[in-house]
């Protein structure tokens, strides 16, 4: 019997949230999810549906949620249900709202140089997410992130204080996984446009961690 997954997507359309969720979508499908997308955040709010799925993926950047849609996502992730997301898709949703950040682990604040060259540093090669995946480069946006603590870090990246001399040698985490009561939440900040997840080890990263994430 196959897992459903739900994917949502909308917010600030630089992000392509259409097409990343339209390129991951496949990939879910091909590891066994019955995936299901939407283009609003209705679903959140309704027990039934949140109760019936096994993961949620959502990209949408900025924008703002409604308090019974905030209500019904915590409360759906705390009871069990999966969450895994990328890049502002799930750590730059709803700037305002502290409880989701508290839960996602992380919140953007800054993507030094805009699409820049960096390495992604594998920390926790043991790891079945990361497992046979060494150190790989991206062209993209490298983002700069307040982190929760307690996020079990898997991949970083070093920047090198070409733009902000300040954070020369900051060693910033990329990938983490983490708890969220009964709830498995994962993140990569890797896939700021679709194009991003043509790298072998972000699609391959984004996968597995989808399927950790879920229940």
């Given at each position: 019997?196959?897992?459903?997954?739900?994917?949502?997507?909308?917010?600030?359309?630089?992000?392509?949230?259409?097409?990343?969720?339209?390129?991951?979508?496949?990939?879910?499908?091909?590891?066994?999810?019955?995936?299901?997308?939407?283009?609003?955040?209705?679903?959140?709010?309704?027990?039934?549906?949140?109760?019936?799925?096994?993961?949620?993926?959502?990209?949408?950047?900025?924008?703002?949620?409604?308090?019974?849609?905030?209500?019904?996502?915590?409360?759906?992730?705390?009871?069990?249900?999966?969450?895994?997301?990328?890049?502002?898709?799930?750590?730059?949703?709803?700037?305002?709202?502290?409880?989701?950040?508290?839960?996602?682990?992380?919140?953007?604040?800054?993507?030094?140089?805009?699409?820049?060259d960096y390495t992604v540093n594998i920390i926790r090669p043991e790891d079945p997410i990361t497992a046979g995946?060494?150190?790989?480069?991206?062209?993209?946006?490298?983002?700069?992130?307040?982190?929760?603590?307690?996020?079990?870090v898997l991949a970083t990246t070093t920047f090198s204080g070409d733009v902000y001399p300040w954070i020369a040698?900051?060693?910033?985490?990329?990938?983490?996984?983490?708890?969220?009561?009964?709830?498995?939440?994962?993140?990569?900040?890797?896939?700021?446009?679709?194009?991003?997840?043509?790298?072998?080890?972000?699609?391959?990263?984004?996968?597995?961690?989808?399927?950790?994430?879920?229940?």
């Amino acid at each position: 019997m196959s897992r459903t997954a739900l994917m949502v997507w909308g917010g600030w359309e630089g992000h392509e949230p259409r097409q990343c969720v339209e390129k991951v979508a496949p990939v879910l499908e091909a590891a066994g999810f019955d995936v299901r997308i939407s283009d609003t955040l209705d679903a959140y709010a309704d027990a039934e549906t949140m109760a019936a799925l096994s993961l949620l993926v959502p990209c949408w950047t900025m924008g703002d949620i409604l308090p019974e849609q905030e209500k019904g996502l915590l409360e759906a992730v705390r009871g069990g249900v999966g969450i895994a997301g990328w890049h502002g898709g799930l750590c730059d949703s709803f700037r305002n709202h502290p409880a989701y950040q508290f839960m996602t682990g992380g919140q953007w604040v800054e993507h030094p140089g805009g699409i820049v060259d960096y390495t992604v540093n594998i920390i926790r090669p043991e790891d079945p997410i990361t497992a046979g995946i060494g150190d790989f480069a991206m062209h993209s946006e490298c983002y700069y992130l307040h982190v929760d603590p307690s996020n079990e870090v898997l991949a970083t990246t070093t920047f090198s204080g070409d733009v902000y001399p300040w954070i020369a040698a900051c060693v910033m985490p990329v990938v983490w996984k983490r708890r969220y009561g009964a709830g498995r939440v994962f993140y990569s900040a890797l896939g700021h446009a679709a194009t991003d997840f043509d790298v072998p080890e972000a699609m391959e990263i984004m996968k597995r961690g989808c399927l950790w994430a879920a229940r």
